[in-house]
T-cell receptor, first 115, second 111 residues
Framework: GENVEQHPSTLSVQEGDSAVIKCTYS??????FPWYKQELGKRPQLIID?????GEKKDQRIAVTLNKTAKHFSLHITETQPEDSAVYFC??????????????FGKGTLLTVNP | KAGVTQTPRYLIKTRGQQVTLSCSPI?????VSWYQQTPGQGLQFLFE???????NKGNFPGRFSGRQFSNSRSEMNVSTLELGDSALYLC??????????FGAGSRLTVL
């Protein structure tokens, strides 16, 4: 099955700096890669996603890049703010073995933005 | 539009007991997925239902089971509870194969 590795597990930045979180996946047939943000005590919420026919997607201060050849994708947050502090999860949707309704998640990155 | 609703939000059980958790998806969403969230392990897939049929199952023992009703509401059951089953159980609904909308979760503590 699909395996998603996420790095780093913790990331601390100063307000205004950029933050980058990286994920790798194992199933070359995976074609959908969402990112979820989970604030303390709250539910995960989708912040951005990308499909395999696109190399980059941007939404205000957040961008995601995808390298299908290397099987990795990254989340970039620019001009970080304290409210960006949360756990971020990457995920990949499997396409093999009829498991295309399942998202496999990375283990998360705790981002702390220091004022 | 109401979001994904999970009940109960918190519960405490003892080893050997069983528990049933409920999830009501967003109106019109026919797919319901369940995930187990524990510290350090992220979100691990339990199973996914669509139109009352289980389409996928994760690598959990048979003590974990689920079902979906004709109104798309779903339940999951864990029998013979173990200490390691303590976790936040998240339900997510989807209108298609991609975007998941999560509920607030049911936090289970096994003593």
């Amino acid at each position: 099955g699909e395996n998603v590795e996420q790095h780093p597990s913790t990331l601390s930045v100063q307000e205004g700096d950029s933050a980058v979180i990286k994920c790798t996946y194992s199933d070359s047939a995976s074609n959908y890669f969402p990112w979820y943000k989970q604030e303390l005590g709250k539910r995960p919420q989708l912040i951005i996603d990308i499909r395999s026919n696109v190399g980059e997607k941007k939404d205000q201060r957040i961008a995601v890049t995808l390298n299908k050849t290397a099987k990795h994708f990254s989340l970039h947050i620019t001009e970080t703010q304290p409210e960006d502090s949360a756990v971020y999860f990457c995920a990949a949707r499997e396409m093999s073995g009829g498991s295309n309704y399942k998202l496999t998640f990375g283990k998360g990155t705790l981002l702390t933005v220091n004022p | 539009k109401a979001g994904v609703t999970q009940t109960p939000r918190y519960l405490i059980k003892t080893r050997g007991q069983q528990v049933t958790l409920s999830c009501s998806p967003i109106s019109g969403h026919r797919s319901v997925s369940w995930y187990q969230q524990t510290p350090g392990q992220g979100l691990q897939f339990l199973f996914e239902y669509f139109s009352e049929t289980q389409r996928n199952k994760g690598n959990f023992p048979g003590r974990f089971s689920g079902r979906q009703f004709s109104n798309s509401r779903s339940e999951m059951n864990v029998s013979t509870l173990e200490l390691g089953d303590s976790a936040l159980y998240l339900c997510a609904s989807s209108a298609g194969a991609n975007v998941l909308t999560f509920g607030a979760g049911s936090r289970l503590t096994v003593l």
